[in-house]
């Protein structure tokens, strides 16, 4: 590796068992500093991986003694000082076979997991590698992942390695260029024991690995004659949506919209992807409004595809639905599954949760005739006739009201309705009675007297009889719909 225009090397020292380095003290590598120590506490250094890092030096490389992958990068531009050692990865016997490489501007490492036979990787979330992500598995079938060397295949990192379970000479890439997501990985040898030592890089555009073949005793030579064409798809929303994972909408309260979310689809792939479809099903795919699509294609490497889902929840309860897009993308990913979900809220219920008090009977008669929780207990006050088009004074509960008629008395019940009854699942019904021992629905469509664009003032006439016998009370009765 050439280090601020001179060669350099880093390697482990198996008679003191520690990670060094050491820098030519000019271009050609004629003459060589003297090697500096850069980490010693147990047996250290072993697999190392040296790049340049945002201008400096720096190494990947195993811990023997303590099962970790680590980290350390020098304080300037030609390593002759250094920060500290850092863990990326410790739990079981992490760090073997390290690969360092710069990807989309931040240090990255492949690496082998011992413990679980695993390939991983992680990528630092700056560009110096001072703080790391989670480092993620990238193939895990059989016992796969030694001899890693990781590089930037057309954008996205790229990883050759030996599959140890299989004998074979193994490659994967990403699917994106910082490395969240991985294609399913190829073989590329398979005849014998093959696949030891790999080197991979970009020759002339293509990727191209050298490896031995144990079986043979050979050095080998593995390239792609032409970058293969393939549409792919990927699906984003705020961050990454993986083929059958979900997205969550929240809680909604009932008759209400949620914020519409935008899916953005792109094509990672090097052919066109086309024949965009999206459709909805489920057991509440109504509570989910699917937009049309932008455009029904994109070409490879460019241009995206938006559509929105609103979640309109009608009733309450938790509620699911899936979505699945359809192309030309061969396998499982045609098509793309996501799964919706969200919850609905009842407007009783964000009533109850912002008045701080429980879904009961009690609180249903305030909710359903306006009245606050803590607040006034008294009857309605309705300012107007029975001709309607009077104001509501006060909201409370129901009164009797009666008016001259020509040469009669007109008597009706009056009760506070909400005007959103129906979306909040409210039905009142005037029941009246003659005795308190027998009760009678009336048959009479309450006629809105007062509006004021939250509540309304019912009325409905007492009925001239009831079972023979003059009618003297009445109540409403107030149900709800879960």
């Known amino acids: 590796m050439v280090v601020n225009g001179n060669p350099a090397i880093s390697y482990y020292d198996s008679d003191y068992g520690d990670l060094k380095y050491v820098r030519a ?62 863990t990326l990865a410790n739990t079981g016997d992490m760090g073997l076979y390290t690969s360092l490489v710069v990807v989309n501007g931040n240090p990255a490492i492949s690496f082998y997991d011992a ?41 996205n990192p790229a990883i050759s390695y ?32 093959t696949g030891f030592y790999t080197s991979l890089a970009v020759v002339n555009g293509y990727p191209a690995i050298s490896y031995f073949d144990q079986t043979n005793g050979n050095l080998k030579w593995a390239t792609y004659e032409s970058v293969p064409t393939a549409p792919d798809i990927a699906v984003a929303q705020t961050g990454p949506v993986a083929d059958g994972s979900s997205v969550d909408f929240g809680t909604v309260t009932v008759g209400s919209s ?23 099903d489920g057991t509440d795919d ?84 306006g009245m606050t929780p803590g607040g006034p207990a008294g009857a309605l ?21 009666f008016e001259p008629n020509g040469n009669s008395i007109d008597f009706r019940a009056l009760f506070v309705r909400r005007k959103d009854y129906v979306a909040a699942g409210l039905t009142y019904t005037p029941l009246f009675s003659a005795d308190l021992s027998f009760w009678q629905n009336s048959v009479a469509v309450p006629v809105v007297l007062a509006d004021d664009g939250v509540n309304q003032i019912c009325s409905v006439p007492y009925p001239a009889l009831i079972a023979g016998q003059e009618a003297c009370f009445f109540r409403i009765q107030v149900s709800i719909t879960p």
């Open 381 to 401: 006050v309705y300012t107007g006739t029975f001709a309607g088009g009077g104001t509501i004074t006060a909201t409370g509960l129901p009164i009797t009201r």
């Open 25 to 86: 003290l000019d271009a050609s590598g004629t003459s060589w500093a003297t090697p500096v120590t850069l980490d010693s506490p147990g047996y250290t250094g072993q697999y190392t991986s040296l790049a340049v890092v945002n201008g400096n030096p720096a190494i990947s490389y195993y811990h023997y003694s303590y099962g970790d992958l680590k980290y350390v990068r020098a304080l300037d531009a030609s390593g002759t000082s250094w920060g500290q050692p850092v």
């Open 162 to 193: 030996y599959d140890s379970t299989n004998f074979d000479l193994k490659y994967v890439r990403a699917l994106d260029a910082n490395g969240s997501s991985w294609s399913t990985p190829v073989t590329l040898d398979s005849i014998g024991n």
């Open 258 to 280: 949620s914020v519409a979310k935008t899916f953005t689809i792109t094509n990672p792939g090097t052919a066109d992807l086309t024949s965009l479809v999206v459709t909805k």
């Open 286 to 369: 109504a509570a989910f409004t699917l937009s049309a699509l932008s455009a029904t294609s994109i070409p490879a490497g460019a241009g995206t595809v938006t559509f929105t889902v609103t979640f309109s929840p009608g009733s309450g309860g938790a509620k699911t639905a899936a979505i699945h897009i359809a192309s030309n993308v061969a396998g499982a990913k045609s098509p793309y599954d996501l799964t919706l979900t969200g919850t609905g809220q009842t407007i009783f219920g964000a009533w109850a949760i912002a008045n701080g008090v429980p879904m009961d009977d009690a609180n249903l008669l305030l909710f359903a005739f």
């Open 115 to 155: 413990t679980n036979g695993d390939l991983e990787y992680v990528r630092a979330l700056d560009a110096s590698g001072t703080s790391w992500g989670t480092y993620a598995t990238v193939a895990s079938t059989g016992i796969v992942g030694r001899y890693t060397s990781l590089a930037v295949v057309n954008g």
